[in-house]
C-alpha cells in the first residue's frame, strides 16, 4: 500500500530527476578535463588511481609520473605496471621531509617534469595522473607558469589528474574539477602504522 510518506518521495524524486536531465542535456561538449585532487585529508592518489582504473576500463591509454613517493614500492605500482596501456614512472626519491636536500629535490622533481611534458604533449595519451605535482610545486621546485602553459597546450582530449596537498590557486583557476580532502579522522594519528592495501 502507498503511502503519504512514499508519494512525497516520488514526487520529489520526480522533480530531482527533471533538474538533473536538464543539467545532463546542457552538457554536451566533449574535452579533456583537469581535475584536481588536494587538501590534508587521505585518498588523493587513492581517486586518482581509482580513475587509471576506469580509464583502462574503457581502453584507453594512460600515464603515470610520481613526483614524490618513490622509495618504497606500492600495491598501485605493482597492480598498474601489469598493464601494457600503462606507462608507470617512479621519480621521487621519498617526501621532502626524508631527502632533507633541497637542490637534489628541484633536479629529481626537473627530471620528472621533464617526463611529464613528453606524455602531455602526445595525443597518444588519454590519461594522464601527476601523482604529487602539487607539493612540488608548493616549494616551488618547479616554475607553476610552465606547468600551466603546457597543461594548457595539451592535446585537447587529453585528461589529466594532479594530485597532492596545497594546490596552487593558480593552477586551481584553470582546473575544470577540484576536489577538497578533508582529514576528520586518520589512523596514524592513533599511532596506527601504514598499511598494505590502504596506504601502501
Not at 606524455?119 to 602539487?134: A, G, H, K, R
Not at 589528474?161 to 596514524?188: C, S, W, Y
Request: hydrophobic share 40%; aromatic share 6%.
Amino acid at each position: 500500500m502507498t503511502t503519504e510518506k512514499d508519494e512525497r518521495h516520488r514526487d520529489r524524486m520526480q522533480r530531482k530527476k527533471a533538474v538533473i536531465d536538464d543539467k545532463i542535456q546542457q552538457a554536451q561538449r566533449e574535452q579533456g578535463v583537469l581535475l584536481i585532487t588536494t587538501g590534508n585529508g587521505k585518498g588523493k592518489s587513492s581517486s586518482g588511481f581509482g580513475m587509471v582504473a576506469r580509464a583502462l576500463g574503457h581502453g584507453m591509454k594512460v600515464g603515470v609520473v610520481q613526483f614524490i613517493k618513490g622509495r618504497m614500492s606500492t600495491g598501485e605500482e605493482t597492480f598498474f605496471r601489469r598493464f601494457p596501456e600503462v606507462d608507470y614512472h617512479v621519480m621521487g626519491e621519498g617526501f621532502t621531509w626524508e631527502t632533507q636536500d633541497r637542490q637534489r629535490d628541484v633536479e629529481t622533481a626537473s627530471l620528472a617534469w621533464q617526463k611529464a611534458t613528453a606524455m602531455l604533449t602526445d595525443p597518444s595519451y588519454d590519461l594522464i595522473l601527476l601523482d604529487e605535482l602539487n607539493i612540488v610545486l608548493k616549494y616551488q621546485y618547479i616554475d607553476i607558469n610552465e606547468v600551466i602553459d603546457c597543461l594548457q597546450k595539451r592535446p585537447p582530449m587529453q585528461h589529466v589528474i594532479i594530485t597532492g596537498r596545497a594546490a596552487k590557486p593558480e593552477l586551481i583557476a584553470i582546473a575544470d574539477t577540484v576536489t577538497e580532502m578533508q582529514d576528520v579522522k586518520h589512523a596514524f594519528k592513533a599511532g596506527i602504522k601504514a598499511q598494505k592495501g590502504i596506504e601502501l
